[in-house]
């Protein structure tokens, strides 16, 4: 069969992509889906992605956690924001989150508009979800959440980690791919040395969340991928 | 003196960056950037990029050339395309040419509307171009046509290495720089090599013009800097 790998290195960029027939896979690694996928690992019973900080409100009195992310802090008044420390099973496990953050979250909602399956990839849950991908007879898109629509490393290595697992199973890739491959060849014997050459991760020093960072660049100590499925982000049935 | 360079990966990207006080150094390595700077080196009195092919038409009978290629073939009935081989002095000695490209052109277009200067860059006129820049109080935007608004690696690469020469005279740099300048440390010692992971590289062996590709990888033949002044590229005059 004939498969397609291919990046978008952000969301910007979207438009550009035939997606009706592909899975796409949404990319913020710092930290939003990484955050989503420990949640949903740890139980939670659902992670709903919402655009605004104000959308949020509207899920409140519902017993549900209110999480809201802008500019790597945690919005005034809500329980928590998009640090994977807030997503142990002791906070999340059988809980409803309501979520919004910076990139990831609006990344999410402009895959779910023409995307045939939009789940979430994270370093976290990396293995499981290549082993997944493989056994999918579909295209795939790799999203990049980046920052404020601009590229960033840390999304971009960690789709090239995917691309290194797939590519020889898919017969059409992209210029992006091959970048962000190499790109992920370059940085992967240490993922943290290399993601500090990053703006962003400049900005993660300055909020003092360098744990988050580390936590972030472990690989594969979750097995869950979360799929979108309406509006709510939940755990995959994968059968694998 | 703070200065920043930053790398806009395809077109489709350039509203992200305010570049009112920024030179843009426009990037379309296969080919036309090539064959500007060529065709400018070579003696051309100026190059004048259109957005359309209908526009050329409205310079016919004024002694001009027309050039035009849409998705890397000579349009019908035009002069040439943008094989670097129809810039030659011979060709261009003393002429107006009137050049539209699928990618490099609209790139012109959009740098042109906000740039404080907008110039060309081309791997043969690497040295030229970085010596100039070193010299300038601004700051700089490496703006890569792409193909069709998707990244590609050649523009990538060359980005890159204008980022290898100057990183060390700027303050400020973004991920997209960094990216840069580690896939052109990667493909630097056989770019030709490297190039061939490209997407766009099979576009050009099927189009069989391997020959424009080899050319077009030569560094530091042409001395010249192609500059925008009003609606013409002319020789820049640098005083160095």
Redesign the interface.
């Given at each position: 069969m004939q498969r397609k790998i291919e990046v978008c290195?952000?969301p910007?960029?979207i438009d550009?992509y035939a997606i009706e027939n592909s899975i796409v896979v949404v990319i913020d690694i710092l930290r939003a889906t990484s955050s989503i996928v420990y949640g949903i690992d740890n139980g939670a019973q659902a992670i709903i992605p919402v655009a605004q900080v104000e959308e949020c409100l509207n899920y409140a009195d519902k017993g549900y956690l209110l999480a809201a992310e802008r500019n790597g802090e945690v919005v005034e008044g809500y329980d928590f924001g998009n640090s994977p420390f807030s997503y142990t099973a002791e906070k999340v496990a059988g809980k409803t989150i309501v979520l919004t953050t910076t990139n990831g979250t609006k990344a999410l909602h402009l895959a779910r508009k023409r995307a045939s399956q939009v789940v979430i990839g994270a370093f976290l849950n990396l293995e499981a979800l290549c082993a997944w991908l493989k056994t999918q007879e579909k295209d795939v898109l790799l999203l990049c959440a980046g920052?404020?629509?601009?590229?960033?490393?840390e999304d971009?290595i960690f789709a090239g980690a995917v691309v290194n697992q797939l590519r020889s199973g898919f017969t059409h890739?992209?210029?992006?791919s091959?970048?962000a491959e190499?790109?992920y060849l370059?940085a992967k014997d240490d993922l943290r040395a290399y993601i500090h050459?990053?703006?962003?991760s400049h900005r993660m020093v300055a909020l003092n969340i360098e744990e988050d960072v580390k936590f972030c660049l472990q690989t594969n100590i979750c097995q869950t991928i979360p799929v979108l499925e309406g509006d709510q982000l939940v755990a995959l049935k994968t059968g694998l």
């Amino acid at each position: 069969m004939q498969r397609k790998i291919e990046v978008c290195l952000t969301p910007a960029l979207i438009d550009l992509y035939a997606i009706e027939n592909s899975i796409v896979v949404v990319i913020d690694i710092l930290r939003a889906t990484s955050s989503i996928v420990y949640g949903i690992d740890n139980g939670a019973q659902a992670i709903i992605p919402v655009a605004q900080v104000e959308e949020c409100l509207n899920y409140a009195d519902k017993g549900y956690l209110l999480a809201a992310e802008r500019n790597g802090e945690v919005v005034e008044g809500y329980d928590f924001g998009n640090s994977p420390f807030s997503y142990t099973a002791e906070k999340v496990a059988g809980k409803t989150i309501v979520l919004t953050t910076t990139n990831g979250t609006k990344a999410l909602h402009l895959a779910r508009k023409r995307a045939s399956q939009v789940v979430i990839g994270a370093f976290l849950n990396l293995e499981a979800l290549c082993a997944w991908l493989k056994t999918q007879e579909k295209d795939v898109l790799l999203l990049c959440a980046g920052w404020k629509d601009q590229f960033n490393l840390e999304d971009t290595i960690f789709a090239g980690a995917v691309v290194n697992q797939l590519r020889s199973g898919f017969t059409h890739y992209d210029d992006a791919s091959v970048a962000a491959e190499d790109l992920y060849l370059l940085a992967k014997d240490d993922l943290r040395a290399y993601i500090h050459k990053s703006s962003h991760s400049h900005r993660m020093v300055a909020l003092n969340i360098e744990e988050d960072v580390k936590f972030c660049l472990q690989t594969n100590i979750c097995q869950t991928i979360p799929v979108l499925e309406g509006d709510q982000l939940v755990a995959l049935k994968t059968g694998l």
